[in-house]
């Protein structure tokens, strides 16, 4: 707490090919861009960009509900292999470069015209200026450009730091009733979800 057409513009303009099917990503190695931010899909080879950022978030394995895992950056890439439609990019500021966070994701999950956004992460130096609202509103422009109606995100219901901090990012949590219906029974899991639309 994935990959799509290869993009390197200021704006997405492209719409989604209506012959390649929403279930079957291509590999995501986009540029996204935002005023302040450049949102670089990370490939092998990267796992010592990823790995600065976590070092530099001690509290970032805070919303895995787990211990903090040195090799988490390289697992995260090499999840990308094996896992169709999962992206993790760091957040650079356009004027200097610098790293200051990272946001991954999964395309079309739990389904096609869905997305999961699984990390979504600030350096503490660059915290409470927006720039993961405007990661986020990045990101989401151009999962609407590839098709994705619905973002969800999911962590365990007791941190509940995290609760006001999704809110505010315009996802609501879906119910427990919600969840059964999804055949998620554990109400141990905090399940939210945010509509999706062109700007």
Excluded: Y
Aim: glycine residues 10%; charged residues 20%.
């Amino acid at each position: 707490m994935g990959q799509l057409p290869r993009l390197s513009t200021s704006r997405i303009r492209r719409r989604p090919n209506p012959r390649r099917p929403l279930s079957t990503p291509e590999p995501q190695t986009a540029a996204i861009q935002s005023p302040r931010l450049r949102i670089h899909a990370l490939q092998p080879g990267d796992e010592a960009r990823l790995e600065a950022v976590f070092a530099a978030c001690p509290d970032w394995h805070l919303a895995t509900g787990r211990p903090a895992d040195p090799g988490a950056a390289a697992h995260e890439i090499a999840g990308l292999a094996t896992d169709a439609g999962r992206a993790i990019a760091v957040l650079s500021l356009e004027g200097s470069g610098e790293d200051v966070g990272a946001i991954g994701w999964w395309l079309h999950r739990p389904e096609a015209g869905m997305a999961l956004l699984g990390t979504l992460l600030v350096v503490p130096s660059h915290r409470g200026q927006g720039l993961a609202r405007e990661a986020l509103g990045a990101l989401e422009a151009w999962l609407v450009e590839a098709g994705v109606t619905e973002l969800r995100t999911a962590f365990p219901r007791r941190l509940l730091p995290l609760h006001p901090l999704v809110k505010a990012l315009g996802f609501r949590e879906m119910s427990i009733a919600e969840h059964q219906k999804l055949g998620l029974q554990g109400a141990g899991t905090a399940l939210w979800q945010k509509p999706l639309e062109a700007r």
